[in-house]
């Protein structure tokens, strides 16, 4: 089945710089990668999504690439602010089973 | 838009008793519906699986008869412990997904913070 890494597992940042989460995934037959926010006592929140046909997408300050040959996806938030500070999680669906399997989280610190 | 509510948000009840927790999609209709389970400071796990009108799909190692899984409609599931014990309090969190493919975006519930004394 399908098995998702994610690291780093703690990131700290000075407000203003760039925070980078990679994950990787082994099952090549996954095509969905959605990642999350979830702060303290709540559900994660979708913060941005890709499919298997593209390559990189952009929401404001925050960015996802896809690595299809090599397995990998990475979460790039540029400009952080305090708000910024939950923990992050990646995920990967497999077209087969269409169930979203999660990385181990990243919990992102935001220094004013 | 996709909001999810999930209620109760709290619940503390005695060992023995059974906790149902709702889960409903405010302003879209949800073919599935899946329900998770979230130790502190740790990732989420699929619990089981439920579509609109059939019996739930559990994932390996979950106790059907335990945790009862209803999804009588498109906009609501409840997930029942039944004869909770210690070992059940948790965090538990539902999520909804619109459409029936994989890619498509599945919304959180804010979890059910469930104690049992």
């Known amino acids: 089945g399908e098995n998702v890494e994610q690291h780093p597992s703690t990131l700290s940042v000075q407000e203003g710089d760039s925070a980078v989460i990679k994950c990787t995934y082994s099952?090549?037959?996954?095509?969905?990668f959605p990642w999350y926010k979830q702060e303290l006592g709540k559900g994660p929140q979708l913060i941005i999504d890709?499919?298997?046909?593209?390559g990189e997408k952009k929401d404001q300050r925050i960015a996802v690439t896809l690595n299809k040959t090599a397995k990998h996806f990475s979460l790039h938030i540029t400009e952080t602010q305090p708000e910024d500070s939950a923990v992050y999680f990646c995920?990967?669906?497999?077209?087969?089973?269409?169930?979203?399997?999660f990385g181990q989280g990243t919990t992102l610190q935001v220094k004013p | 838009g996709a909001v999810v509510s999930q209620h109760p948000s709290w619940v503390i009840c005695k060992s023995g008793t059974s906790v149902k927790i709702e889960c409903r999609s405010l302003?879209?209709?949800?073919?599935?519906m899946f329900w998770y389970r979230q130790f502190p400071k740790q990732s989420l796990m699929l619990m089981a699986t439920?579509?609109?009108?059939?019996?739930?799909?559990?994932e390996q190692g979950v106790e059907k008869d335990k945790f009862l899984i209803n999804h009588a409609s498109l906009t609501l599931s409840t997930l029942t412990v039944t004869s909770a014990h210690p070992e059940d309090s948790s965090f538990y969190i539902c999520?909804?997904?619109?459409?029936?493919?994989?890619?498509?975006?599945?919304?959180f519930g804010d979890g059910t913070r469930l104690s049992i004394l």
């Open positions: 995920a990967a669906s497999p077209t087969n089973t269409g169930k979203l399997i």
């Open positions: 439920s579509n609109e009108g059939s019996k739930a799909t559990y």
């Open positions: 099952d090549s037959a996954s095509n969905y």
């Open positions: 302003d879209f209709q949800a073919t599935t």
């Open positions: 890709i499919r298997s046909n593209v």
């Open positions: 999520s909804a997904r619109a459409g029936p493919g994989g890619d498509q975006p599945q919304h």
